[in-house]
Each structure stands twice: as C-alpha cells, then as structure tokens.
Nanobody, 127 residues
C-alpha cells in the first residue's frame, strides 16, 4: 500500500519562507515520480512544481517561478518544496502527488495524471 506523507507547512507572514517535505513509502516500486500541487478554497487543484528524476530538471507553475524550489532524493523517494518570498496568494492546502510510471512532461501539470496523493498540509500567508 502506497503512502504519501507530507510534513511542514503552517502560518507565515508575507516575505517569509516555509519548507514542505514529502515521502512516499510502501507499494511495489522502488522509485516514484513526485510533484507538488496546491488548492485554495473554491479553486481547482493547481500544479506547483516537479523534479524530473531523469536529468534533474525542475518545472514550476507560473505563479511560483523564481520563488519556489523543488529538490529531492530519488533513492529515498523524498521531495522538498522550499517556498521563499511567500505571498498571501500562496495560501492553500499543498498536496504531494506520486505515480509509479514516468510520463511525458506535457502531462505533469494535470492532477488526473497522478495516482497517489497525500492528505495535504495547510499553508497560510497572512500579515
């Protein structure tokens, strides 16, 4: 049974930084592809970032480019989301998503292409 477990999050002021961590365990695969999404109240779940284990390239949603960084450890199935220069618009529940099989890059931004999800962790940015 695959488990996706997020940690971190909390409350921050505008301009602050927060760090989220996600670990995938269980299941039959030794490697999981992992990404971050977020969902604000009344909105759809949106893509935040992805680290491609094959080559190490990172991909980000437009609203977080230059402020957020995804890193990770492939051997441990861990990804980290470092969030800097936080803005009130970053307030959302942040989800870690995982899948076993690699997919084309054009598909990484769609939540329906990810098979396993964490429970989500709340990030609130407010002065």
């Amino acid at each position: 049974q695959v488990q996706v477990i997020e940690s971190g999050g909390g409350t921050a002021q505008p301009g602050d930084s927060l760090r989220l961590s996600c670990r995938v365990s269980g299941g039959t695969s030794s490697t999981y592809y992992m990404a971050w999404f977020r969902q604000a109240p009344g909105e759809e779940r949106k893509f935040v970032g992805y680290l491609n284990w094959n080559g190490g390239h990172t991909y980000y949603g437009d609203s977080v480019k230059g402020r957020f960084t995804v890193s990770g450890d492939k051997a441990k199935n861990i990804v980290i989301l470092q969030m800097n220069s936080l803005e009130p618009e970053d307030t959302a529940v942040y989800y870690c998503a995982a899948r076993i099989n690699r997919m084309v890059l054009s598909g990484i931004r769609s939540p329906e292409n990810w098979n396993f999800w964490g429970q989500g962790t709340q990030v609130t940015v407010s002065s």
